[in-house]
């Protein structure tokens, strides 16, 4: 099984909708959880961070985190065409000195 | 602010060759350091991970190897690129804190 396990996509969907983004992980201690950003040619740009259960909002963004399911998602309310990018799911395993742990991103598409 | 930066943007390699890369951080004190090689299409492989001065901790040895001279500092390398080494290079820096990176803006290296 992998550690960290994300739908390639691509996902598209409408300017205006609501794109909803998964990711499931393998280690039940794992403790903290992110979302990068990369576009086409780019490095990826942190955009959320969640570290306990429920949901975190930023802006267009919302992080939700369900520890007993083993599952993190993303929802990006009001898609724009800027959105259009590889989303990347990454996991912390234990301590700070512990390497992240990515998934491969689900390419998201927003048509306008 | 903490700034990274990672140079050259490009390199074009013949096989064979020598390789190195170098990746600089700034306005912080004793971070983790990390090099990522993202394959064209593919995820974030880790490559080395550095928690200090000296010690760095090897995830994909191969011909490729790494050293952190300075705290703020660590280097890629290889005494002889092989196709297979061509990808997109990432660097990192994290808190051991556990928060999630940042990375600098890659090195686009192709092997011919």
């Known amino acids: 099984q992998k550690e960290v396990e994300q739908n390639s996509g691509p996902l598209s969907v409408p300017e205006g909708a609501i794109a909803s983004l998964n990711c499931t992980y393998s280690?039940?201690?794992?403790?903290?959880f992110f979302w990068y950003r990369q576009y086409s040619g780019k490095s990826p740009e942190l955009i959320m961070s969640?570290?306990?259960?429920g949901d975190k909002e930023d802006g267009r963004f919302t992080a939700q985190l369900n520890k007993a399911s083993q599952y993190v998602s993303l929802l990006i309310r009001d898609s724009q065409p800027s959105d259009s990018a590889t989303y990347l799911c990454?996991?912390?395993?234990?301590?700070?000195?512990?390497?992240?742990?990515f998934g491969k991103g689900t390419r998201l598409s927003v048509i306008a | 602010s903490q700034t990274i930066h990672q140079w050259p943007a490009t390199l074009v390699q013949p096989v064979g060759s020598p390789l190195s890369l170098e990746c600089t951080v700034e306005?912080?004190?004793?971070?983790?350091l990390y090099w990522y090689r993202q394959a064209a299409g593919r995820g974030l492989q880790l490559l080395f991970y550095?928690?200090?001065?000296?010690?760095i901790s090897s995830e994909v040895p191969q011909n490729l190897s790494a050293s952190r001279p300075q705290d703020r500092q660590f280097i890629l390398s290889s005494k002889k690129l092989l196709l297979s080494d061509s990808g997109f290079y990432l660097c990192?820096?994290?808190?051991?804190?556990?928060?999630?990176?940042?990375f600098g803006s890659g090195t686009r290296l192709t092997v011919v």
């Open positions: 969640i570290y306990s259960n």
């Open positions: 550095s928690v200090g001065i000296g010690q």
């Open positions: 280690d039940r201690g794992s403790q903290s």
């Open positions: 306005g912080t004190s004793n971070p983790n």
């Open positions: 990454a996991v912390n395993r234990g301590s700070g000195n512990t390497p992240l742990v």
């Open positions: 990192a820096w994290g808190h051991r804190a556990g928060y999630g990176y940042t």
